[in-house]
T-cell receptor, first 113, second 112 residues
Framework: EAAVTQSPRSKVAVTGGKVTLSCHQT?????MYWYRQDTGHGLRLIHY???????EKGDIPDGYKASRPSQENFSLILELASLSQTAVYFC????????????FGPGTRLTVL | QQQVRQSPQSLTVWEGETAILNCSYE??????FPWYQQFPGEGPALLIS?????NKKEDGRFTIFFNKREKKLSLHIADSQPGDSATYFC???????????FGKGTLLTVTP
């Protein structure tokens, strides 16, 4: 049974609209991450969290907010979606930072029109 | 600023050959280097990793060679199989920055 799940798996949004991507993990991990993947750019870290009710900025946080209401759940919020935010978004979890293996979800394909 | 670079962008090998994927980095503080494998439509998954105190790590057909002085490493996939066709990401972390920094990936195609 998948330990990191994401919803929705795909979404079409309109420019200027609000988008919320959700992630749920059953690994009992403290750390959770949001990455975006674009062709030619690999994976880039948007936000991460190491404890509930706290989030940290990653390498490309502009235009995104994150929420960690519980250990199991981590959301990524696009308040005003833009065309440039069309990408595949991956959530991951790990039991600690640094050298710990990160377990990825299946991804959410977001298209902003 | 691309701190982790991968080459080639894409690589095609015949079944049974050894595929060699290259990675280099800039930050001397990096001391942990995992390789992630990603199949189309899926999230990446850890394949093999190495710490900078080692210069070689083997796991079955997969071997990492690490050169700390040159800040380079490579992933060798021996006896490549069509099922190895995937995108491979080199990543790095270490020092006070424990976040993983990913390279752009190498798309490997193994032809039967």
């Amino acid at each position: 049974e998948a330990a990191v799940t994401q919803s929705p798996r795909s979404k079409v949004a309109v420019t200027g609209g609000k988008v919320t991507l959700s992630c749920h993990q059953t690994n009992n991990h403290d750390y959770m991450y949001w990455y975006r993947q674009d062709t030619g750019h690999g994976l880039r870290l948007i936000h991460y969290s190491y404890v509930a009710d706290s989030t940290e900025k990653g390498d490309i946080p502009d235009g995104y907010k994150a929420s960690r209401p519980s250990q199991e759940n981590f959301s990524l919020i696009l308040e005003l979606a833009s065309l440039s935010q069309t990408a595949v978004y991956f959530c991951a979890s790990s039991d600690w930072g640094g050298y710990a293996e990160q377990f990825f979800g299946p991804g959410t394909r977001l298209t902003v029109l | 600023q691309q701190q982790v670079r991968q080459s080639p962008q894409s690589l095609t090998v015949w079944e049974g050959e050894t595929a060699i994927l290259n990675c280099s980095y800039e930050n001397s503080a990096f001391d942990y280097f995992p390789w992630y494998q990603q199949f189309p439509g899926e999230g990446p998954a850890l394949l093999i990793s190495i710490l900078s105190v080692s210069n070689k790590k083997e796991d079955g057909r997969f071997t990492i060679f690490f050169n700390k002085r040159e800040k380079k490493l490579s992933l060798h996939i021996a006896d490549s199989q069509p099922g190895d066709s995937a995108t491979y990401f080199c990543a790095a972390s270490g020092g006070s920055n424990y976040k993983l920094t990913f390279g752009k990936g190498t798309l490997l195609t193994v032809t039967p």
